[in-house]
């Protein structure tokens, strides 16, 4: 039998050794390139997840809404109104008939129509005596900005489910402040509360006859609507009303102090 030349073995012996690593090097890349690309995958669906939130976020906030003009027979009258997070805050008539008698009526209307509707958060108010027209094109224009306002997707209609949950934890109570004297006459506030929060005021007692009762009609409504906006008794004194607007804020305070806000 013939022996094997030793030169031979050698060579066989690098050929198999090139081959293995050859073989090697060609599955290394493969392998790297499933990797990088399982690594891809995984960085978007991670990116994806942390971008679903923020966007979610950002959806919430207040916004300004503004209703069409209405044509009544003393002039034109139009609603803007605030929202924060699908509810009223604040409403406003950027527009009202005025000139003449058409000024005392606005300044009487406006500012019990702008109370209801925070209150009550829809168009279903009550019309202002003595101011029938404004409080009708009034109603009008709110009733545009509230449609536009759903329409933008902040319905006051429809609570969330955790929103109606928590609604028994926030039961709304009414609290009645102490009666103060003025020079004109005794103011009491009554506050209506609900989570912390005033939701409605009014006067059950103010000076009335004589001038009194001019003053008490200007200076109210307004100092009604400042309690709510404020959620304080820090509101600001109406002119020429200085007296019935002190004894006011006095009896908020007091109410407010019952009430524990």
């Known amino acids: 039998m013939k022996k094997s ?16 690593i050859v073989l090697l090097l060609s599955l290394k890349p493969a ?7 399982a690594q891809g995958a995984a960085a978007q669906e991670t990116a994806a997840a942390q971008e679903s939130p923020q966007g979610g976020a950002a959806a919430a906030g207040t916004s300004t809404v503004t209703g ?4 009544t027979q003393y002039g034109v009258v139009q609603v803007r109104l605030t929202v924060a997070n699908g509810k009223i805050t604040k409403a406003e008539a950027v527009q009202a008939p005025k000139g003449g008698t058409s000024d005392q009526k606005t300044a009487l209307s406006v500012p019990k129509l702008n109370q209801e509707v925070v209150a009550t958060q829809s168009a279903d108010i009550t019309s202002v005596s003595g101011a029938t027209y404004t409080s009708g094109g009034y109603k009008q224009s709110l009733q545009s900005a509230i449609d536009k306002m759903k329409a933008a997707g902040a319905n006051t209609a429809a ?4 929103s109606a949950a928590a609604a028994p934890a926030a ?18 506030v009554r506050i209506t509360v609900a ?5 409605k005021a009014e006067a059950v007692q103010a000076p009335s006859g004589g001038t ?10 307004k100092l009604n609507q400042e309690a709510v906006a404020a959620g304080s008794a820090s509101i600001d004194s109406v002119s020429g009303a200085s007296y019935t607007s002190g004894g006011y804020k006095k009896s908020l305070q007091s109410a407010l102090d019952k009430a524990g806000v």
Do not use: M, N
């Not at 030349?5 to 690098?14: F, N, Q």
């Not at 009666?179 to 103011?187: D, I, L, M, Q, R």
């Not at 989570?195 to 939701?199: A, C, D, L, N, P």
């Not at 009194?212 to 409504?221: C, F, H, M, R, V």
């Open 31 to 37: 392998t790297d390139s499933s990797s990088a690309s």
């Open 68 to 71: 069409a003009v209405a044509q």
């Open 171 to 188: 039961q709304a109570k009414t609290v009645t402040g102490d009666v103060v004297s003025t020079e004109y006459g005794p103011v009491q």
């Open 195 to 199: 989570g912390g929060k005033i939701t």
């Open 5 to 20: 030349h030793p030169i031979r073995r050698v060579l066989l012996a690098s050929a198999a050794t090139v081959s293995g």
């Open 212 to 221: 009194s009762d001019q003053k008490t009609a200007l200076a109210i409504p």
């Open 159 to 162: 609570p969330s489910q955790s």
